[in-house]
């Protein structure tokens, strides 16, 4: 469906708000944001509270809640906020789960913020050279969602934030 279809669950990153997300019947598409932590890919928001889920743990509640109930979920958004955690992930996604989730009609779209924006002008914690090489070279027709680096304060976007 078009992007404008779905209903989103953001930040799913702990146990209870991937189940909340599953259980919501009208949902059809959830984000969650994943950083590398004891030696892992972890679902995780910097700043809120101690991870309790790992990525297998996440994808595995997703491809589970997909053959027992149906495929509901339609679009599974991956963002990464640390590049250490991008190619364990990627790793873990292709060799585990991207059939599971393809039988079920599950779109992957990877996400990162790697480009400067507004308030935030200095170089982004994830390359963008480094986040594509690295996706489309795991996982080849992936969708990717690719975003700015943005804090609060008085600049705005302009064109040239979007001329790259």
Not at 7 to 25: F, I
Not at 46 to 74: C, K, N
Not at 113 to 124: A, E, I, K
Request: aromatic content about 6%; hydrophobic content about 40%.
């Amino acid at each position: 469906g078009a992007t404008a279809d779905y209903v989103w669950a953001h930040s799913c990153c702990s146990c209870h708000d991937l189940r909340q997300a599953l259980d919501n019947p009208d949902v059809t598409a959830i984000e969650a944001d994943l950083i590398f932590q004891d030696g892992q890919p972890m679902m995780h928001h910097p700043g809120h509270g101690t991870p309790d889920q790992s990525l297998r743990d996440f994808l595995q509640a997703i491809v589970a809640h997909g053959r027992s109930r149906g495929p509901r979920i339609q679009v599974v958004k991956l963002d990464f906020k640390q590049l250490q955690a991008v190619e364990p992930s990627l790793q873990m996604l292709r060799r585990e789960f991207w059939t599971p989730l393809g039988d079920l009609a599950v779109e992957v779209w990877l996400n990162a913020d790697v480009l400067p924006g507004p308030n935030s002008r200095s170089t982004p914690r994830i390359p963008a050279a480094d986040f594509c090489q690295l996706c489309c070279g795991i996982c080849p027709g992936v969708a990717l969602s690719l975003g700015w680096t943005c804090a609060p304060g008085p600049e705005r976007f302009t064109a040239r934030d979007a001329d790259g």
